[in-house]
């Protein structure tokens, strides 16, 4: 039994393809079934925004190009295009890789591990995970666990939200006693909120120009939610703000900052402005007990964090090609196991014959010790038939090559 990999993602295939063949939650016990009913005795699924990939126990790797582009109701010829088959090792590496992070839009998420778990445990749900791609998902949860620990592909913030929680726990001991105020309503301050928000601060608060849109971001965090106008009389309540707005001048200058710190008796505020142009005024970092970050600087930090990130690649590497080695030797001695089986099989008939033998002598009233040895010798006789038959049949090099292979076989020196 072989395995091989299908599928597209971010790196071969634009959005408006990838989809298309996205596999919902609701129907993905189905497709797994049809998927093992048509292509294979093992079949899984990994399907996010960012690729469909489906890990295959079998060799029919043109019937499953057809089948995903005809399961999604898309031309085979339009889809082969963006199409990768990765086969044997290819496809385990690549499943390392991707388990590792290594593959991803940003190098080293960790969301993909989680949502390769979740493709396992949906494909054994719907018994469609046999021995082999258990053992290859398994495998890659392990591998990206060792990748992880030992180098750091996975390690610091490659985000401006998770860059900002950071820089904020350098200011403050604990986040849990401090009041958040995000100043806008968008994708960003809305990212940052969800950031912020696992972090349990005392309280969070949405300021917005327009009410209804701050207390629809509101709600999702159990925050509340004020309108931009009142900003300045509740600054000074807040410890950390976080604002970026589509604003074409400044929403905090420095005297409301000035007036919010004397409220505050000079405790410190963290500021980040994620906006363009800048929402705070490039004085206000000036004052005392101001930490403000911007834009310039949190990319800077994602910058580093990513160049070390990328300088670990070389280990990660190099821990995944000694972990598909060991897998694909795993492979090859499954690949004995029928051989195996029949081998032993015909040993145990061998044993059984002559133990019916040996029982019907003892039955008879036969001296057990001769009813023994006649036993063994015929035991022996039947085991050594073969492989003597096979060495006196073979001559010339067939001959020493048997020879050699028997004699390591049977740990015999000759």
Avoid at 51 to 67: D, F, K, N
Avoid at 92 to 111: C, W
Avoid at 165 to 182: C, E, M, T
């Amino acid at each position: 039994m072989t395995i091989f990999a299908l599928g597209l993602n971010h790196h071969t295939a634009p959005l408006a393809v990838r989809e298309r063949v996205v596999f919902s939650v609701e129907r993905l016990g189905e497709a797994l079934a049809e998927a093992k009913r048509l292509l294979g005795p093992e079949a899984a699924i990994l399907s996010t925004c960012n690729r469909t990939e489906i890990y295959l126990s079998g060799e029919q790797t043109a019937a499953a190009a057809e089948w995903l582009a005809r399961y999604h109701r898309v031309e085979p010829a339009e889809l082969s295009r963006y199409l990768y088959t990765l086969p044997r090792e290819h496809a385990v590496r690549h499943a390392f890789r991707v388990a590792s992070g290594l593959d991803s839009m940003v190098l080293g998420e960790p969301e993909i591990l989680g949502q390769m778990k979740e493709a396992a445990r949906s494909a054994e749900a719907a018994g469609t995970l046999g021995t082999v791609l258990g053992k290859l998902f398994q495998r890659s949860f392990a591998v990206a666990k060792e990748v992880r620990s030992t180098t750091q592909v996975g390690a610091n913030s490659v985000s401006m939200a998770a860059a900002s929680v950071k820089l904020a726990g350098r200011i403050f001991p604990s986040l849990k006693d401090q009041k958040v105020l995000f100043i806008g309503a968008g994708e960003m301050i809305e990212l940052c909120a969800t950031h912020f928000a696992a972090q349990g601060p005392a309280r969070i608060t949405v300021a917005n120009r327009t009410l209804e849109r701050a207390q629809a971001l509101a709600h999702r965090f159990n925050a509340r939610a004020i309108e931009l106008r009142g900003l300045a009389e509740q600054l000074h309540e807040h410890d950390v703000v976080v604002s970026c707005t589509a604003s074409s001048l400044p929403i905090l200058g420095k005297g409301m900052v000035e007036r919010a710190l004397k409220a505050r008796r000079r405790l410190p505020m963290f500021m980040v402005d994620l906006a363009v142009p800048r929402d705070i005024e490039p004085e206000v970092g000036e004052l005392d007990d101001v930490f403000l970050y911007t834009l310039d600087d949190l990319q800077g930090i994602v910058q580093g964090n990513l160049d070390a990130r990328r300088s670990a690649i070389g280990q990660a590497e190099a821990i995944i090609d000694t972990q598909v080695g060991q897998f694909m030797h795993w492979m090859q001695g499954r690949q004995s196991v029928p051989l195996i089986r029949a081998l032993r099989d015909q040993a145990e008939d061998a044993r059984r014959h002559e133990v019916e033998r040996a029982l019907k002598l003892l039955a008879r009233g036969d001296d057990p010790k001769q009813v023994l040895e006649t036993l063994s010798q015929g035991l022996t006789n039947k085991l050594m038939h073969a492989p003597t038959q096979a060495l006196n049949e073979a001559s010339g090099e067939e001959r020493r090559t048997l020879a050699e292979t028997l004699a390591r076989l049977f740990r015999i020196r000759p």
